[in-house]
């Protein structure tokens, strides 16, 4: 199936610095959603966004819907130990309705070092 | 948000028996989903489970291998057929709540299996 190009793939920073991580697709998605996954546990849903263009922010995260509807980017802003974990992107192509599926970015390991 | 409880958390099982992984939902959701997630790779679509119907199934799964059931709109079942190791691997449930441009997909917190 199709993928979405997440990059990152890895990221070793220090506590403190700015995060930022992006996906990008080759066809247009409709809904973009930023997951984080911590060990052992289910993907956490950060951000969700639903129009081209939308910023939208959940406190030090902040997450774009690109113009062109091909891609979006998350940041963190003076990252802290408890973000350690790994960041999914996923793009849903149709509104509404019943057929909900999304597709996954490959993940973003990040590592904060205190 | 919907909170869905997921069971068992982990298993470790013996080639060729299945287990079946349980997953409950506190709030009525309009889609149940199960993802399978390979070690160090992102998701993927098992199926959609349907209520009181036959789930639908991605290219590449078959009920045979992965039997679904979901007889009502908070509770869905993934059977994992005769196991191999190739199947070790996280499973995860999934329900999407909400409506329209405020529908949204919630986890559970996946079912790690390990087959020997």
Do not use: H
């Amino acid at each position: 199936g199709q993928q979405l190009n997440q990059s990152p793939q890895s990221m070793f920073i220090q506590e403190g610095e700015d995060v930022s991580m992006n996906c990008t697709s080759s066809s247009i998605f409709n809904t973009w959603l930023w997951y984080k996954q911590d060990p052992g546990e289910g993907p956490v849903l950060l951000i969700a966004l639903y129009k081209a263009g939308e910023l939208t922010s959940n406190g030090r995260l902040t997450a774009q819907f690109g113009i062109t509807r091909k891609d979006s980017f998350l940041n963190i802003s003076a990252s802290i130990p408890s973000d350690v974990g790994i960041y999914f992107c996923a793009g849903r192509k149709n509104s509404g309705g019943s057929n909900y599926k999304l597709t996954f970015g490959k993940g973003t390991l990040l590592t904060v070092n205190p | 948000s919907a909170v869905i409880s997921q069971k068992p958390s982990r298993d470790i099982c013996q080639r060729g028996t299945s287990l079946t992984i349980q997953c409950q939902v506190d709030s009525q959701v309009t889609m149940m989903f199960w993802y399978r997630q390979q070690p160090g790779q992102s998701l993927t679509l098992i199926a959609t489970a349907n209520q009181g119907s036959e789930a639908t199934y991605e290219s590449g799964f078959v009920i045979d291998k992965f039997p679904i059931s979901r007889p009502n709109l908070t509770f869905s079942t993934l059977t994992v057929s005769n196991m191999s190791p190739e199947d070790s691997s996280i499973y995860l449930c999934s329900a999407a709540s909400g409506w329209g441009l405020n529908e949204k997909l919630f986890f559970g917190s996946g079912t790690q299996l390990s087959v020997l």
